[in-house]
């Protein structure tokens, strides 16, 4: 039997915490767990009047039915989730796979490039090369030692492990595009780099594989809304074409991306992002100093759906309460059946 | 019974719908039409003629008994009115807001031969508004057939084909990509067409009929048809995902920030409730001058939202003139009223850098119309020479959506301009008209029953 995951919501059961920015969520989705494949994303909404953001399959578990994700508190609902998201609550929405899964291909030994938050979802990608017999090389950057996650879980997949940290605190003392140049100077043979984190380093390091004309996909991640081709909002410049993340990629090839496009995209609400964030703060400040020991943060504003359905008849019968052949009134104006919805 | 109704005697105006001012509802998103009451949907109802060659049944893509519940509201029986109504149809309170019925019913009317036709959509929209108010729902008596439909989508098709499936006996699971049932009824028409919750009331009477809704599943990614088929139990699958892909011109600078589709922005602002940011966490932000490009209904509904959202001056640019516009009659007056600034046989060209990744302006050229092409309507040439530059923020295209690419992609049909909407014989249709369909799998037959249902073979 098949099972959906439906009604109250899909449940976190494990969190783990990297640094005080990076967290990964354990949800149960035996469903999905069967169906993700390396390279393909969830969109979640964390409650009912949250956003709907885009986030990779960082792991998923189809004998205990689990897909994780990792987390970095960025925003306003990536903040949020990081107070509200604990082992035993439940996330509001959650949709997924999507996006065309990697071609894991044929290539006999390939570079899987993580940076920072990108070594999460690149996890997958070194599992599945390694699963099918690939000479994995595993680069992993990092600011300095303290923010290293997953080290062990690479580990175990990858043939050759070479950390980065910008301060040289752990492994080699540079970005990743300097862990790509020592991996190809070692191995002329390199047939494919994997390159998921920042649009910046995912730029350097298509700088750095493109002279050696060496394939290099990378994983985008544009601001989404619905996450199946409808909106637009996705759309990635590829040379002349455009295309949408979610439908056509999330996977593309490096060398054709316009990253100066995908920068200034992903700018597009930048000013909003920074409202929303100051007027959470704000919210959480006050909510500390108040102690009253409400533990949420601002309730959603929408109540469930049999109260507005009530009120909403409430204030329908009103409208038509002029009995059949009673001289009555026109409707007042405006309609109110949507102030019941303005909240 | 009064005696016989002739086109002499019945009322000879449509009664008028109340309507919130102009000025006012551009500050809000409450309905912009309020419906009938009683008074005025008994007054529209004397206007009906009974006439017996009853050519709006014919004209309505699922067949409403039309005649029988318009009787029905001329006698003040509205309860009788529903049941007539929801013997075909269990949607009322949304067909009868959003129905292209000047197409459809109302336009093969007899009394619109002479007057205009009688208002069947507002009719309709009355006794489903009744019903809601009331707390109606007709369940009719169900013989389970034991076939079980799963329904790909919770669209006006999806929801349409559920409420048949359960009528006929058969377990019925609608998937939904979205957290919300609704399709493109909950995030593409706007709250002051078709307020979402009516939507929840007349899916909540699909509820009850047994339908079930599993929203948050993207079918083809998380399981496929095949596995519906195959692993689920399914017997058949209906494929209702409809036509949501935007269409982007591919001119200069239509990736720049400030330029997006028509589906975004109604996307943002209907089903994320951007209107209500930050209360709620989706942004929509509109700038002070907007173009938006076409002149459909999608079109007039993103000017209106725009206005509503706070935008200052909203341009409509369409590359035909008023003629060729597709959009119902009713919303473009309506933009007009509300202050949309239309320009005619205009076509950008060009959408122009503010050097930050913004916009600018947008550069179009004048159109003027030649022979006409294969929709039968003028086609529109450029006039060279005759560029011109505006000054505007944002861009939002409304030049159609093609069907949504998925694993059904190829089992759509749509009309020869890709417009799934218009299908081109309405009339001839049984399946409602206004969306795409497919039937995929084996249907089930109730009746006669040449299968049985899969839960038997396998136990067979």
């Known amino acids: ?343 | 019974m009064a005696k016989k109704r002739t086109i002499r005697t019945i009322p000879q105006q449509r009664t008028p719908m109340p309507e919130q001012p102009a000025h006012e509802r551009v500050k809000n998103f409450a309905e912009v039409a309020c419906g009938f009451g009683a008074e005025e949907a008994l007054r529209e109802s004397q206007r009906c003629l009974l006439c017996p060659e009853q050519p709006c049944i014919e004209g309505c893509p699922v067949g409403v008994d039309i005649p029988g519940f318009i009787r029905k509201i001329g006698e003040k029986d509205f309860r009788g009115a529903y049941d007539a109504l929801t013997g075909t149809n269990l949607l009322p309170a949304i067909c009868g807001r959003v129905c292209p019925q000047e197409n459809q019913c109302e336009g093969v009317c007899t009394v619109g031969d002479s007057l205009e036709p009688v208002a069947i959509g507002r009719l309709e929209r009355f006794v489903g508004d009744t019903a809601i108010a009331e707390g109606w729902v007709n369940v009719p008596y169900i013989e389970p057939n034991r076939f079980k439909v799963g329904i790909v989508g919770s669209g006006p098709a999806g929801v349409a084909c559920a409420a048949d499936m359960a009528k006929a006996g058969c377990e019925v699971v609608v998937y939904e990509a979205f957290h919300r049932p609704g399709g493109v009824l909950c995030y593409g028409i706007p709250d002051f067409r078709l307020p979402n919750v009516v939507i929840d009331a007349e899916i909540d009477k699909l509820r009850k009929l047994g339908v079930k809704f599993e929203c948050n599943t993207l079918v083809g990614r998380l399981f496929t048809i095949e596995q519906m088929v195959e692993e689920m139990g399914f017997d058949a699958v209906f494929v209702g995902t409809g036509a949501g892909y935007p269409t982007l011109p591919g001119i200069p600078g239509d990736s720049l920030n400030g330029v997006l589709s028509a589906n975004e922005l109604l996307t943002r602002c209907n089903l994320m409730r951007a209107k209500e940011f930050p209360n709620f966490d989706t942004p929509m932000p509109i700038e002070k001058r907007v173009a938006v490009i076409g002149a459909g209904n999608t079109a007039m509904d993103a000017m209106r939202v725009c206005l509503r959202l706070g935008a200052e001056k909203v341009y409509c640019i369409y590359r035909r003139s008023r003629t060729e516009c597709p959009a119902r009659a009713e919303e473009v007056h309506h933009a007009e009223e509300e202050g949309v600034e239309f320009h005619w046989l205009t076509n950008p060209v060009e959408i122009l850098d503010d050097g930050a990744g913004g916009v600018r302006g947008m550069r179009c050229i004048r159109m003027e119309l030649g022979e006409p092409d294969e929709s039968g309507r003028r086609r529109p040439v450029p006039v060279p020479g005759s560029e011109l530059d505006i000054e505007i923020d944002l861009v939002v295209f409304a030049i159609g959506t093609t069907p949504t690419r998925s694993s059904a992609r190829r089992r759509i049909s749509s009309s020869t301009s890709a417009a799934t909407s218009r299908p081109t014989r309405i009339s001839r249709l049984r399946w409602p008209a206004s969306t795409p369909a497919a039937i995929s799998s084996r249907a089930p037959r109730p009746s006669s029953r040449p299968w049985a249902p899969a839960a038997e073979r396998r136990a067979a």
């Open chain 1, 1 to 343: 039997m098949v099972e959906t995951n439906q009604g109250a919501g899909f449940r976190i059961l494990a969190r783990e915490d990297y640094s005080d920015v990076t967290y990964s969520l354990v949800i149960r989705h035996p469903m999905m767990a069967k169906a993700a494949k390396p390279g393909q994303f969830v969109i979640v909404m964390s409650h009912e009047s949250g956003e709907r953001i885009p986030l990779t399959i960082a792991d998923f578990d189809r004998e205990k039915g689990t897909v994780t994700l990792v987390v970095q508190a960025v925003g306003k609902t990536t903040k949020e989730m990081q107070q509200t998201c604990k082992a035993g609550t439940a996330l509001y929405a959650l949709v997924g796979p999507m996006g065309v899964p990697s071609s894991l291909g044929h290539a006999r030994k390939v570079v899987c490039v993580g940076g920072g938050l990108g070594v999460a979802p690149v996890f997958p990608q070194a599992r599945g090369f390694k699963e099918q017999g690939a000479y994995v090389i595993g680069i992993l950057g990092f600011r300095t030692e303290k923010l290293i996650f997953w080290r062990d879980k690479f580990a175990a997949c990858c043939d050759e492990l070479i950390m980065c940290t910008d301060d040289g605190s752990a492994g080699i003392k540079g970005f990743v595009s300097n862990g790509i140049e020592l991996a190809i100077s070692k191995h002329p043979d390199i047939d494919e780099v994997v390159a998921i984190g920042p649009p910046m380093m995912m730029k350097a390091c298509v700088e750095t594989t493109r002279p050696h004309k060496i394939k290099t996909t990378v994983s985008l991640n544009p601001i989404m809304v619905d996450g199946t081709g409808m909106c637009g909002g996705c759309r990635v410049k590829l040379g002349d074409e455009v295309k949408f993340a979610c439908v056509d990629g999330p996977d593309f090839d490096g060398h054709k991306v316009d990253f100066g496009d995908l920068m200034t995209r992903l700018r597009r609400y930048a000013d909003k992002e920074k409202t929303a964030v100051q007027r959470w703060s704000e919210t959480c400040r006050m909510r500390d100093q108040a102690a009253f020991g409400a533990r949420d943060p601002a309730p959603p504003a929408a109540s469930s759906e049999t109260p507005e359905l009530d009120l909403a008849r409430a204030k329908m019968r009103a409208r038509r309460q002029a009995p059949p052949g009673a001289t009555g009134q026109l409707p007042e104006l405006p309609d109110p059946i949507d102030d019941v919805l303005g909240g």
